[in-house]
């Protein structure tokens, strides 16, 4: 028996159109889900590539630290606390006007995230600020080690004042562990003078 045109829509049709709808909407959640997953992830590698690239820039301006003032130029020197630190350089690779040092200060902002500060001049002569993360979480802390003048021998410590020199070692470290920060150690003004820490150079001693 054929079904009139005039009929309506059975209850059987109307529960497998549900019914495939509902297929439809799970696919449909499903791959959202997972392209969500995906971006998140992407976009946390991104975020972790550029810190371990400020990271590295970092090393870089400190390893060309300036051990002397430059004439017409105040004296910064490096100079900083067990939070904080700022390093007066003149890398070659600067984005700054090369006729000027640049001052790099490493601090922890209100939300807890370390940042590497740039400052100099750019080509016109004008002052000019790059900010950097270096570490999206993590309290800084900031060890530097050497003879300080006046003291007896070198060793740790939790300050230091552009009036002791240049130290033979910075560290930066963070005081959470799981923070994904790994302590960075470098040498002061190593490319300077083209200086190369021997694989046999005993390390100095660590703080009690």
Do not use: C
């Amino acid at each position: 028996m054929k079904r009139s045109p005039n009929a309506g829509i059975t209850l059987l049709e109307t529960l497998v159109s549900l019914a495939v709808m509902a297929i439809i909407a799970l696919m449909l959640a499903q791959g959202m889900g997972a392209m969500l997953r995906l971006s998140s992830r992407s976009s946390s590698g991104s975020e972790d590539v550029d810190e371990m690239a400020a990271r590295l820039q970092l090393r870089r301006v400190v390893e060309w630290a300036a051990d002397a003032p430059f004439p017409g130029f105040p004296v910064v020197g490096l100079h900083g606390d067990s939070h904080s630190v700022a390093v007066e350089s003149w890398y070659p690779d600067s984005p700054f006007w090369a006729g000027a040092p640049v001052v790099v200060s490493v601090s922890v902002d209100q939300t807890g995230a370390v940042h590497a500060k740039s400052s100099g001049l750019d080509l016109q002569q004008k002052p000019f600020t790059l900010d950097q993360v270096i570490s999206g979480s993590g309290a800084l802390v900031v060890r530097y080690f050497g003879q300080r003048k006046g003291g007896s021998k070198r060793e740790w410590h939790d300050e230091w004042s552009a009036e002791d020199g240049l130290p033979e070692l910075l560290e930066l470290a963070s005081a959470e562990p799981t923070s994904g920060f790994p302590p960075t150690v470098i040498r002061p003004a190593k490319q300077r003078h083209k200086g190369e820490m021997s694989l046999s150079t005993l390390l100095p001693p660590a703080l009690p």
